[in-house]
């Protein structure tokens, strides 16, 4: 189990009752891994990670979390194999950051681990330490962000899968974020990364994946990408129908 791919979806369909909307849809993170999903607005992205997360049961196919086969299993058990997910800049507004990072760690056990992991996620961001005792309501959108990444070194996931990070940041916040998420990934946290920000994106990732209509249409290295705004332009803009398979 020790080799297998940390996260590993394979021939994914899923619906929305009558509509398809995921067609044999699949894709692959390796330990220690930076990966991108992205495509424009849509193409069902946010819908297979649904189905990553366990919130949609697809229609076929597999999802394997550390080559566990977790396709049918609670989103619970994929937390414990060490599945973290994090979607927009979700918070409880009116608990402080400190209180907001225990309670995301509060299936441990070991509650004098759980506030040692607090403590260890805060040293990781001293501009949230500054604010440990504000409620969530009062931070700014870039603080919610990195209260939002800071829970994940809460509970060390093996894989962190962020839904549109940067989505209404500053730039200079976004700059900040990427420093932050790189360091999360140095503590052994594989990354799939769903961004609609190509620059963002590829100068995140190892790979990148492009879904265009429910499908994924390409595997490309993030450095070739990156040298080859033609091609970027030809996936992002309908590659299915430019016929980039």
Known sequence: ???APVLSCTGIRASYGQMQVLFDAGLVVEQGEMVA????NGVGKSTLLKVIGGLLK????TVTVGGVDVT???TRKRIDLGLSQVVGQSAFGSLTVVENLT???FAATDRRWNAEAVEAALAVFPRLNARRNQTASTLSGGERQ??????SIVVEPKILVIDEFSLGLAPVVVGGLMDLLRRLNERCSA???VEQSVNVALSLVDRAYMMEKGEIIAEERAADLAANPDRIRE????????GAR
């Open 235 to 242: 996936l992002m803009l309908g590659g299915h129908v430019a």
């Open 103 to 105: 309670m995301h760690g």
């Open 146 to 151: 990195m209260l939002a990444l800071a829970k």
């Open 58 to 61: 697809p229609d076929a196919g």
């Open 1 to 3: 189990m020790t080799d």
């Open 37 to 40: 999903l992205m495509g424009p």
């Open 72 to 74: 049918h299993a609670s």
């Open 191 to 193: 990354v799939l990364l």
